[in-house]
C-alpha cells in the first residue's frame, strides 16, 4: 500500500550527465512537491504544483526542471548535474495547499554525482 | 527574513524523557509541524499544532505558544529507535513550509 514512490531510490550519474528523477502517489493528493535536502539540513523546496499549476521557487536553479504530465506523477529533471547537486531528492504531496496540508513523504531518491 | 531555530543534537538515555525547542520567526502563521526523520530516510509525520497549548499523541507530546513564537516537541520512555532527525517545520502565510535543520536525537543504552 504505497502511498508516495520514488524511483530510483538510489541514482550515480556523471557530471554534467542529464538525470531524471521519477515521483508518483496513490493518494489523488492535489498538490506535488519536490525537495533537495543535504546532509544535517533543512529540506530545501525546489518546485511545487498544485494540480497542474507549476511554482517554481525564486531560488531554485535554472538547471532543475520539472513536470507534472498528470495528477500521479511529477518528475525533477537535472540538466547538467554537478558535484554540488549531490543530495537526497524527496518528493512530497499533501492534499491542498492551504489550511491543514500535511505532507506526505516518498523515501527519497539519494542522488550521487561522480 | 524567515527563520526556524532548533538545537543541531541532543543525547537522551533509553527510558528517559527528552524535550526538543522550537523557536521561529515567519511572515504569518499557519501552523506547526513536528517531522521524525530517520538517517537515511523520508520524514514522517508526527504531530500539528495551529491553537496554543498541548497536543499528546501516545509518547510524544507537542506544545505551541504564538505569541512566544516556541513549540517543543516532548518524547517519553525514550527507545533507541527513537534515535532520529527531529524537525520543526512552520506554514507561514502563504501556507509555505518553512523548515528547521532539525535535531539529531541519540538515545544511550
Known amino acids: 500500500d504505497a502511498m508516495v514512490i520514488q524511483n530510483p531510490r538510489y541514482q550515480v550519474t556523471q557530471f554534467g550527465k542529464p538525470v531524471t528523477l521519477s515521483c508518483s502517489q496513490t493518494?489523488?493528493?492535489?498538490?506535488m512537491y519536490w525537495y533537495q535536502q543535504k546532509s544535517s539540513q533543512a529540506p530545501k523546496l525546489l518546485f511545487h504544483?498544485?494540480?497542474?499549476?507549476?511554482?517554481n521557487e525564486a531560488d531554485t536553479p535554472d538547471n532543475f526542471q520539472s513536470r507534472r504530465p498528470n495528477t500521479s506523477f511529477c518528475f525533477l529533471d537535472i540538466r547538467s548535474p554537478g558535484l554540488g547537486d549531490a543530495a537526497m531528492y524527496l518528493c512530497?504531496?499533501?492534499?491542498?495547499?492551504?489550511?491543514?496540508?500535511?505532507?506526505?513523504f516518498g523515501p527519497g531518491t539519494r542522488l550521487t554525482v561522480t | 527574513g524567515q527563520n526556524i531555530d532548533q538545537p543541531t543534537e541532543m543525547t537522551a538515555t533509553e527510558g528517559a524523557i527528552v524535550q526538543i525547542n522550537c523557536t521561529y520567526q515567519t511572515s504569518g502563521f499557519n501552523g506547526l509541524f513536528w517531522y521524525q526523520q530517520h538517517a537515511g530516510e523520508a520524514p514522517t509525520f508526527l504531530s500539528y499544532n495551529v491553537l496554543d497549548g498541548l497536543e499528546e499523541k501516545g509518547r510524544f507530546s507537542s506544545f505551541l505558544s504564538r505569541s512566544k513564537g516556541y513549540s517543543y516537541l516532548l518524547l517519553k520512555e525514550l527507545q533507541m529507535k527513537d534515535s532520529a532527525s527531529y524537525l520543526c517545520a512552520v506554514q507561514d502565510s502563504n501556507y509555505q513550509l518553512i523548515w528547521g535543520a532539525g535535531t539529531k536525537l541519540i538515545i544511550k543504552p
Open positions: 493518494l489523488n493528493h492535489n498538490v
Open positions: 512530497a504531496t499533501s492534499r491542498s495547499s492551504g489550511g491543514y496540508a500535511e505532507q506526505y
Open positions: 504544483y498544485y494540480d497542474k499549476d507549476f511554482n
